[in-house]
């Protein structure tokens, strides 16, 4: 009898508890983020660059980012880039507020980034609010959305998702989920990137509204 009243107590305590989880939303959001904030490329030290391209068509840039600080999980990135003489890259680089170039007109520039074990979001949008880049568990169709304090939405939506290793990084092939973003950057359409449950953000693609792309294989 003991072991009845104690199995039927179980099951009334989890419909309870599921029921809460669904009244009072504590269910995650999309841009909540949980996870390890140990990870070993989001520490101070840690050092990337990555490969410029416009079209099929690589450019000479001397490019270097390096984490210069992590706070529970939030990282400080900076990146420079010498693309001052570049003069393909001129008339992308007008869409950069100026406050991203030193006063010799190269990129000199810091970004935060929360990077854990489950995924990354940034903090670029006007109200610095965290936004969800990826979550490593999601799957293709969910969506990261983010409503500014002007009203407007920005959604970033998961459209592929490897079952294999196909994504050339490097030296190596990797699995990768992608996600592309709606843009509110007058001059660019789209935006796409990849990312790696182990790598991180791994490849950031601009689609501009001519069609033409300018992208970057992050090592």
């Given at each position: 009898?003991?072991?009845?009243?104690?199995?039927?107590?179980?099951?009334?305590?989890s419909?309870?508890?599921?029921?809460?989880?669904?009244?009072?939303?504590?269910?995650?959001?999309?841009?909540?983020?949980?996870?390890?904030?140990?990870?070993?490329?989001?520490?101070?030290?840690?050092?990337?660059?990555?490969?410029?391209?416009?079209?099929?068509?690589?450019?000479?840039?001397?490019?270097?980012?390096?984490?210069?600080?992590?706070?529970?999980?939030?990282?400080?990135?900076?990146?420079?880039?010498?693309?001052?003489?570049?003069?393909?890259?001129?008339p992308?680089?007008?869409?950069?507020?100026p406050?991203?170039?030193?006063?010799?007109?190269?990129?000199?520039?810091?970004?935060?980034?929360?990077?854990?074990?489950?995924?990354?979001?940034?903090?670029?949008?006007?109200?610095g609010?965290?936004?969800?880049?990826?979550k490593?568990?999601?799957?293709?169709?969910?969506?990261?959305?983010?409503?500014?304090?002007?009203?407007t939405?920005?959604?970033?939506?998961?459209?592929?998702?490897?079952?294999?290793?196909v994504?050339?990084?490097?030296?190596?092939?990797?699995?990768t989920?992608?996600?592309?973003?709606?843009?509110?950057?007058?001059?660019?359409?789209?935006?796409?990137?990849?990312?790696?449950?182990?790598?991180?953000?791994?490849?950031?693609?601009?689609?501009?509204?001519?069609?033409?792309?300018?992208?970057?294989?992050?090592?």
């Amino acid at each position: 009898m003991k072991k009845i009243f104690y199995l039927l107590l179980i099951v009334t305590l989890s419909v309870v508890f599921t029921s809460c989880d669904q009244l009072f939303g504590s269910k995650e959001g999309p841009n909540d983020l949980g996870g390890n904030t140990n990870v070993d490329y989001a520490q101070p030290g840690s050092t990337f660059t990555g490969s410029i391209k416009i079209g099929d068509n690589y450019l000479d840039v001397i490019n270097n980012m390096a984490v210069t600080k992590n706070d529970n999980g939030i990282a400080t990135i900076h990146i420079n880039a010498k693309t001052k003489d570049i003069t393909q890259l001129q008339p992308y680089l007008s869409l950069l507020p100026p406050s991203a170039f030193d006063d010799s007109g190269n990129i000199s520039a810091d970004f935060k980034l929360k990077i854990t074990t489950d995924g990354i979001q940034d903090y670029f949008n006007k109200d610095g609010k965290a936004h969800t880049i990826v979550k490593y568990n999601s799957n293709v169709g969910d969506k990261y959305q983010l409503t500014k304090s002007d009203g407007t939405t920005i959604t970033r939506t998961v459209t592929g998702k490897d079952t294999s290793d196909v994504f050339p990084w490097g030296l190596y092939l990797i699995k990768t989920i992608t996600v592309e973003q709606d843009s509110r950057i007058p001059g660019i359409s789209k935006i796409i990137m990849k990312a790696n449950h182990k790598f991180g953000l791994v490849f950031i693609s601009f689609v501009m509204d001519d069609n033409s792309i300018v992208s970057s294989v992050i090592l």
